[in-house]
């Protein structure tokens, strides 16, 4: 095999931080390498100096056997690199089809060449939207794809792809994987950075791990256990510590007939008609193909949306939030898909953060009693195990797992009754994954109701009671624990008329 990239003793610091130590990297024509390790272990570090964010490291690249010097991300797509980044670099008031071609205009734009590569891209990943609908009006599933559409209109020989799955159903996921294999069948390089350690034996040919901004080791076959040891340097519990829970609590929340329209051009899906329950001590999940309308719903029961039919009912007494606002002055609290764009304030602290819709319960004569208030939320941060200095941390600088108990953090300041959790897991390694999962386990245990929206299967089917699945905005199955199994809620997932309730 011919190598294509090399990366050699490559190093990086931060102020007060050594994000990278002498960290090597290979990757072969037509290979892709899965790069692992547990949030700040320096796999993005490592894969932004590939691509030029980075302009100060230590070390040597090269590419196809020369030297490469690599100080801008114009360098890199001279040298032919692409990355996905994590976090999408998209504008969203242009349409796709600049975002697509953004920095690659000419003095006379080809608008219509540039619409019909376009068309081609997103047709190729199964995304049926036009190329001038403006990126602000996609969901974060296809602003995803798009950044990949962004990435295959340039001639790659080596594609970074940094948590390209997060907000990707299985039927996307797969689709992707077809692309993957197409590209590394032309000889492109692919270097796949994912928490999802189920995606490695389909797509991975070897995987590297990083540990503390260390390499760690690589293998060629894929052991979970293992490779989980080797991200966080020892024995993980329970991934999914969820004993077989109860539906014998109390209902607590009611849904029946809830209709709400979707305003042309908003890019939501309408919900039609849906009707569920979740009860005390209860997880329930929610399961459902890309647009099906899974945040759409738990946007709804949090006040985002109105409901043009329909009713709800919530501890016996009816419910009708008008806003978020409402939502939570009754118990409610919602945990979003996009923690950085809907739950956190990132240049901001964390102190200040974890204690924004909890601020009245830190009144003393209308003045916020500032010593009662940092207790609370330091004490919060202690039990969620949030990896900081202290309060004071600028949540912009924090792993995306400990910006996520940072969310959870907040929530739990207010008291909530209902928890409602959108995609919770979404962009985080192992470690944090499991603490999540064992932190859902005890808030139905002390009695709370939790209501999850997952893309990650497995995931629900470890940790609810129940699962209700939505298609095009409709509840199309409902499968008891026990019940459950991928294939029936992929099958429901695309069935367009209701079914039975199990």
């Known amino acids: 095999m011919t190598t294509v990239l090399t990366m050699r003793a490559i190093g990086k610091s931060f102020p007060g931080v050594r994000a990278l130590d002498g960290v090597s990297l290979t990757v072969g024509e037509g290979e892709v390498v899965a790069l692992l390790g547990e949030n700040g272990a320096g796999k993005s570090t490592l894969m932004n100096i590939l691509a030029g964010v980075f302009k100060d490291y230590e070390g040597e690249i090269e590419i196809g056997g020369e030297p490469a010097r690599i100080h801008s991300p114009k360098d890199a797509g001279r040298h032919g690199i692409a990355m996905i980044h994590q976090e999408l670099n998209l504008v ?27 068309a081609e891209l997103l047709r190729g990943l199964g995304l049926d939207l036009s190329p001038r609908t403006l990126v602000k009006q996609c969901k974060i599933a296809e602003r995803q794809l798009i950044e990949v559409a962004k990435a295959l209109s340039q001639n790659v020989r080596v594609l970074v792809m940094d948590e390209p799955t997060s907000a990707l159903a299985d039927a996307e996921v797969h689709r992707l994987y077809e692309v993957i294999r197409d590209l590394t069948g032309r000889g492109v390089a692919v270097i796949y950075i994912s ?24 293998r060629s076959s894929i052991d979970r256990d293992e490779l989980i040891q080797m991200m966080v340097g020892r024995p993980l519990g329970e991934m999914f510590p969820r004993a077989n829970g109860g539906s014998d609590g109390a209902e607590l929340l009611r849904v029946e007939g809830l209709s709400v329209p979707a305003e042309p051009g908003s890019g939501r899906t309408a919900l039609r008609e849906v009707s569920l329950s979740v009860r005390t001590g209860e ?51 919602l945990v979003a898909e996009d923690r950085k764009a809907q739950s956190l304030v990132l240049g901001n602290t964390i102190g200040f953060n974890a204690s924004l819709p909890s601020l009245k319960r830190f009144l003393r004569f209308g003045v916020v009693d500032r010593r009662r208030e940092g207790a609370a939320v330091a004490g919060q941060v202690r039990e969620l195990r949030v990896k900081a200095p202290g309060t004071r941390f600028t949540v912009g600088n924090l792993s995306g797992g400990n910006q996520q108990k940072v969310v959870l953090a907040k929530w739990l300041l207010t008291a909530p009754s209902l928890i409602l959790m959108d995609e919770p897991t979404r962009g985080i390694d192992v470690g944090a994954k499991a603490e999540i999962h064992a932190l859902m386990s005890e808030l139905a245990a002390s009695g709370k109701a939790v209501l999850v929206a997952s893309s990650e299967l497995p995931e629900l089917l470890a940790m609810c009671d129940r699962i209700l699945v939505l298609c095009e905005g409709r509840i199309t199955a ?25």
């Open 92 to 118: 969203p008031e242009l349409s796709i089809a600049d975002n697509i071609f953004l920095g690659r205009e000419r003095a006379i734009l080809d608008r219509k060449g540039m619409e019909a590569r376009t």
């Open 195 to 218: 928490h999802r350690l189920e995606e490695l034996e389909e797509i991975a040919d070897r995987v590297v791990v990083l540990r503390d901004g260390r390499y760690v080791g690589e």
């Open 283 to 333: 997880i329930v999940g929610v399961a459902g193909l890309m647009g099906a309308g899974r945040s759409e719903l738990l946007e709804s029961i949090f006040g985002v949306h109105r409901a043009a039919a329909g009713r709800m009912m919530l501890g016996g007494r009816p419910y009708r939030p008008r806003s978020p606002k409402q939502a939570i002055a009754r118990g409610v609290a």
């Open 478 to 502: 409902e499968f008891p624990r026990g019940q459950a199994t991928q294939e029936a809620i992929l099958a429901a997932a695309m069935a367009r008329q209701q079914v039975t309730t199990l």
